[in-house]
Structures are given as C-alpha cells and as structure tokens.
C-alpha cells in the first residue's frame, strides 16, 4: 500500500471509500511525512507499551504508532472512516479501532479493558473545536496514564503550555499545570494537511504528574475560583470574583491573609497562590 502521506494515494483512498471530509467535525488529514514519526516517538511508544489514540482520520498516525507499540486503541467517532481503516491498518493485529465519542465513554474502564496493567501513553491529532474539552477530560479523568501528546491548533499550544502571567495564560492554563507539566515540542505548517487549515498547528507533550504542585482542600473549589477570576481577567479579584457570587469582604480577608494586593488579577496569580487563596475563602 502507498503512504498513507501521499496525497494522490490518499485522495484515491478516499474515493474507493466515497469519504468525504466533514467541517463539522475538523477533519485535516495529515500529509507530511515526517510528522507523525516524530509524534510517535515523542509519546514514548514501545514494546512493552500500549497507546490511545483519538480520531485516528485514516490512520497514517496509527500506522507509526503500531510499528512502535504493543498494542494501539484508537477511538473514532465517525463511523464513515471505519472501512478506511480497516482497509489501511489491515497489517498490523496490534490496533483495535473503537467505536464511540471519547467524551462520552468511561476512560477509565476502556483502559483497563485494552491494556490491563501496561504503561500506556495518550497520542493524537485532536480536531480544534474541541481540543480543550478533550484535553481536561483526559486530565480529570485521572488516567493511568504516562504522557499526553497531542496535535492542537498553535494558538491553543500556547495558551495550554504557557507560563503564568503571561499575556497567553488562563484558566485552562493553570488546570492543566495542576495535572501535568506542559511542554510545546514542535511546529506544524498548515501545509501538513490535507485539505489545509487556515492556522498552523504545534505537537505538546503533557507529562503527568505523581502530585499536583499545591495542596487544594477542595479541587473543584479551586478550579471555579480560577475560572471566575480569568472570566474578567482585566478586573482585580475582589470585583471578578465577586461578579462569581462571593463575598466581596470575604475576598479582601483572604487575600491579606495570603499575601496578596488588593489590585491584583487573576492573570498575576500563580497556581499555589490561587490555591492558597481558594483554601482561605473555603475555610
């Protein structure tokens, strides 16, 4: 079989199969060769190891993954691609494509099905208009799971990866440094796809953690703060957590209490200090 990189051999593919792409579902299939190789590896595929994988498209990033791996699950929600793949991936045992929404099925469970007590590690292209969303449920899911290396718009590369107190920084910036360390590997050019997206793209690495770096009492306390906060990002603390329904007297205690200004805004925080912050308006 051609690469699964080439385009002509792709757009035949596509035709024996009548597939057609679905904007609703943003799909970019890639076709540089050298991408997902280097995926792949960065995921820490292995021998002894199994990977997931989301929105396998045709399977040209499952195919790198396979020839790595002891084992690949690949979740695909458009039932359109099932023939195609099991068209592309006919050589390799070692995939199994399963059907489903990965932000309706029970993560946990499927793991624990697939690869037992196997390191497992997370790769894959993910569509942009739900990057976030996929990324946190991984993450919340408290996965066993080593790493996460995904495919994300190069916006949202910066946004996930960036350090607090940034221009780039939010909300999901400080959830996701909660969970894992983040790390932005490499660029992509919106030339790597087929049909080509109107943004490049960037590869992140979340490696993550034993142990989240600041003790919350209360998790899901902390993560409203944090939200609250970066809705106005542009207002102190005192006014946009209070916009959130807490106590604006409450608010200035605390912040005295933790050291902090006042003025300050939610983009200034760190995370230790918003979770110190969320600790004393708990308590």
């Avoid at 037992?116 to 408290?142: D, F, H, Q």
């Avoid at 209490?257 to 912050?277: H, I, M, N």
């Amino acid at each position: 079989m051609p690469a699964l990189t080439d385009i002509a051999a792709v757009k035949a593919l596509l035709a024996r199969h009548d597939f057609h792409f679905s904007k609703a579902m943003g799909q970019n299939f890639l076709i540089n060769p050298s991408v997902c190789p280097r995926m792949a590896e960065a995921c820490g595929a292995s021998v002894g190891s199994g990977v997931l994988e989301i929105g396998p498209g045709i399977g040209v990033l499952t195919e790198q993954l396979a020839l790595r791996a002891a084992k690949v699950a690949a979740v695909e929600l458009d039932s359109r691609l099932f023939p195609v793949l099991e068209e592309t991936l006919s050589p390799y045992g070692n995939v199994t494509i399963i059907p489903g929404d990965v932000m309706k099925l029970d993560l946990p469970l499927l793991l624990q099905e697939q690869f037992g007590n196997m390191p497992v590690s997370v790769c894959a292209n993910l569509p942009y208009y739900i990057t976030s969303p996929i990324v946190m449920k991984l993450l919340e899911s408290r996965l066993p799971v080593e790493s996460i290396t995904v495919m994300v718009q190069k916006e949202a590369a910066q946004r996930l990866c960036a350090r607090p107190g940034t221009r780039e920084a939010g909300a999901v910036t400080l959830a996701v440094q909660y969970y894992a360390e983040a790390q932005i590997l490499f660029s992509v050019s919106r030339g790597s796809f087929l049909p080509a997206p109107n943004v490049d793209s960037a590869v992140i690495r979340l490696t993550i953690r034993r142990e989240p770096p600041c003790a919350a009492r209360n998790e899901a306390f902390l993560f409203r703060l944090i939200r609250a906060g970066f809705e106005q990002r542009r207002k102190t603390l005192p006014n946009s957590l209070g916009a959130a329904g807490l106590e604006k007297a409450r608010i200035l205690e605390a912040l005295r209490e933790t050291g902090l200004s006042e003025t300050a805004r939610a983009e200034e925080l760190t995370l230790p200090q918003f979770a110190a912050l969320a600790n004393r308006l708990e308590k």
